[in-house]
């Protein structure tokens, strides 16, 4: 299996696309961490007597002194054909030990089965691996009917008929999003990164962005951030109103970006992560069951693996607005 390196954006776009690649994967997301954070992004692709097998992009970050730094592929790798994505993991994997100054690999791609080498090890997840998805495969009226809970479809309809509407949201409206996901982000108690960063989301992510806001009576009533490939529409960042609560704004909102993610092309649409919660609850009427991805893995590289995996482990613990960025699965 022959590694080549993707230094085209348009290029790299068009192997995540034919390859159904998911949007963590995409050019716009590594071209986001790199401008928002210690992160440098490498993309490379697997061929195979002229046929691209799989690929994955890989964002290192450094590590503090002469040991080198992480290699971690979010929602990676992807694999033309799943059969042979261990065997894109191991052929990444030895690509990054011969060309990056890296100690470890993490992995943790969206499939529910995955056969890894040995040298692979389960890992403390950067992604939540219990999700809840939807088949964007059906028609329209298949998705909606397919949708659970008959509440669920009602407050849908009920929204749209007492005057919430529904819009893609723009760059003038940020400032209005940015007030309602601290609110939330108050009342529940999760971390937020700097505005800074959602700003330079709404640039760097443009071609898989898709943001959508609520609104009734000229007000506001949520959000709802995605990031979307021809393989995924993945939940990003959203938030509501207590208003928007009470007129269901949430609700409509959720169903037009499952139309929207279904137009663009997507063949899957994932929520993004379960918890015990509320916000769990509410994605959990849309689905009908919980969806188990094969979890986090890591390859360690270098015998200085276990000693500063411990180190990281007590500074994830210390830094928790740090690991918002790795750990994407505060929607609202």
């Given at each position: 299996m022959n590694m080549r390196v993707i230094a085209n954006r348009f290029e790299w776009g068009e192997h995540v696309e034919e390859l159904g690649a998911h949007p963590l994967q995409s050019?716009?997301?590594?071209?986001?961490?790199?401008?928002?954070?210690?992160?440098?992004?490498?993309?490379?692709?697997?061929?195979?007597?002229?046929?691209?097998?799989?690929?994955?992009?890989?964002?290192?970050?450094?590590?503090?002194?002469?040991?080198?730094?992480?290699?971690?592929?979010?929602?990676?790798?992807?694999?033309?054909?799943?059969?042979?994505?261990?065997?894109v993991a191991d052929a990444v994997a030895d690509w990054c030990k011969h060309n990056l100054r890296v100690i470890s690999v993490k992995i943790e791609p969206a499939v529910t089965e995955l056969n890894l080498s040995s040298d692979w090890r389960p890992s403390e997840h950067a992604l939540i691996a219990k999700t809840a998805t939807i088949d964007l495969?059906?028609?329209?009226?298949e998705i909606m009917k397919g949708i659970p809970n008959r509440k669920c479809r009602q407050y849908i309809r009920k929204a749209g008929r007492d005057g919430v509407t529904c819009r893609p949201g723009t760059e003038d409206d940020l400032d209005q999003i940015l007030a309602m996901y601290h609110a939330t982000a108050e009342a529940d108690g999760f971390a937020l990164h700097a505005d800074e960063f959602y700003r330079a989301a709404f640039t760097e992510l443009e071609g898989v962005g898709q943001l959508f806001v609520s609104e009734y009576e000229g007000r506001m009533q949520s959000f709802l951030w995605n990031a979307t490939t021809s393989g995924t529409a993945f939940e990003l960042w959203g938030a509501v109103t207590d208003e928007g609560k009470r007129t269901r704004a949430n609700y409509l909102l959720k169903w037009e970006?499952?139309?929207?993610?279904?137009?663009?092309?997507?063949?899957?649409?994932?929520?993004?992560?379960?918890?015990?919660?509320?916000?769990?609850?509410?994605?959990?009427l849309f689905s009908k069951d919980p969806v188990y991805w094969v979890g986090t893995f890591d390859k360690p590289l270098s015998r200085?693996?276990?000693?500063?995996?411990?180190?990281?482990?007590?500074?994830?613990?210390?830094?928790?607005?740090?690991?918002?960025?790795?750990?994407?699965?505060?929607?609202?």
């Open positions: 050019w716009q997301w590594g071209s986001l961490k790199e401008k928002t954070g210690p992160w440098t992004a490498y993309r490379v692709m697997c061929e195979e007597d002229g046929a691209w097998i799989g690929g994955a992009q890989v964002l290192v970050r450094a590590l503090p002194g002469p040991v080198g730094g992480l290699a971690y592929l979010p929602r990676g790798p992807f694999a033309a054909d799943n059969a042979r994505l261990a065997e495969t059906r028609t329209e009226d970006a499952i139309k929207a993610a279904k137009e663009r092309g997507a063949v899957l649409y994932d929520m993004n992560g379960l918890l015990n919660d509320g916000i769990s609850d509410f994605k959990l200085l693996y276990g000693l500063m995996n411990k180190a990281l482990e007590i500074n994830r613990r210390r830094n928790t607005a740090d690991n918002a960025q790795e750990d994407t699965s505060d929607v609202r």
